[in-house]
């Protein structure tokens, strides 16, 4: 079943899961007048709290994000992931879940669309995968990649503290994605809940490598310090990731996200 809810989102409960996170921090600027629930307010692995009222649209972006953490405890990060959404999806109204790049393998050389067969190399991406099917059917699945906001644990606040400290980062060089600021997703999902539901990627415009992002956002902050150009196998992380994962989509009317580098600066601009 397709759910078409239409311009009147803001009229409705709106909850946002997850509301400490930075994606969660933005859908509520994104969403006026949405309740937003932190983990400590609805842990997603539990049952809904008793007081959670009416509910007519839920934006679930309560996740484990930890993906080498993931390796290591699979199981917590499935309580999570799996059993987190299919708690959120029992409450039986539309619902948006948020999966990403890493349920690919990375292979392709050309951007990946919605057809295209997933095939998590990691913990984390089969995780975030099997959340996609407990989601179910009439849900939204939105793939995105690379999230960077002004809050919380991200590349570029991570970049900007490592940038002040060091004359030289190193960083990956050969894994190759879509830098997709916060603020561009959480508006691009007010848009897509006027559309179908289904599979849809949602992506920043551009991309770039992990060490290319790293010396835009150097050179946009004005912060002085190199980037030596790693490999992945040098960095030696536990989980693996895709060398490619750039995401495009095939759908009609899709909504476009400005370009990473725009992304990049508006975000600048909040920290
Ligand atoms: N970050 C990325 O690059 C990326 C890329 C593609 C897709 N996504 C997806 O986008 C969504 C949002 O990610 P994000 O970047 O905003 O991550 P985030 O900043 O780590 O936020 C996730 C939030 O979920 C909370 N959480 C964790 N376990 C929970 C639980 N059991 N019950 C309720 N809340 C729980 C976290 O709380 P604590 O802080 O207390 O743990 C955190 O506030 C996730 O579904 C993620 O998989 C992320």
């Not at 349920?103 to 959340?131: C, I, M, N, W």
């Amino acid at each position: 079943m397709e759910h078409v809810i239409a311009d009147s989102v803001g009229t409705r409960h709106v909850v946002v899961t997850g509301a400490g996170g930075q994606l969660g921090a933005a859908l509520l600027e994104a969403f006026p007048g949405a309740r937003g629930l932190t983990r400590a307010e609805w842990d997603v692995s539990l049952p809904p709290p008793a007081d959670l009222g009416e509910v007519d649209l839920v934006l679930h972006a309560a996740a484990w994000t930890n993906v080498d953490g993931a390796e290591a405890d699979p199981q917590s990060a499935a309580a999570v992931n799996v059993g987190g959404t299919q708690n959120v999806a029992d409450l039986g109204v539309p619902l948006v879940y948020f999966s990403t790049d890493y349920v690919f393998d990375g292979t392709k050389r050309t951007p990946y669309v919605e057809s295209d067969a997933p095939a998590p190399q990691s913990a984390y991406g089969r995780t975030k995968l099997h959340g996609e099917a407990a989601a179910g059917d009439g849900a939204w699945i939105v793939r995105s990649s690379w999230l960077f906001g002004w809050t919380g644990a991200n590349f570029v606040r991570t970049m900007l503290r490592l940038g002040e400290e060091r004359d030289e980062v190193a960083v990956v060089d050969d894994q190759r994605g879509c830098p997709t600021y916060v603020g561009d997703l959480a508006g691009a999902v007010h848009e897509l809940v006027g559309l179908p539901s289904g599979v849809w990627h949602l992506a920043a415009d551009g991309d770039c490598t992990w060490a290319e992002f790293a010396e835009a956002i150097f050179d946009e902050a004005g912060v002085d310090c190199r980037v030596r150009k790693i490999s992945t196998a040098e960095l030696g992380r536990p989980a693996a990731r895709p060398a490619y994962s750039v995401l495009r989509s095939e759908r009609l009317g899709a909504p476009v996200l400005p370009h990473w580098r725009d992304g990049l600066r508006a975000c600048l601009a909040r920290i």
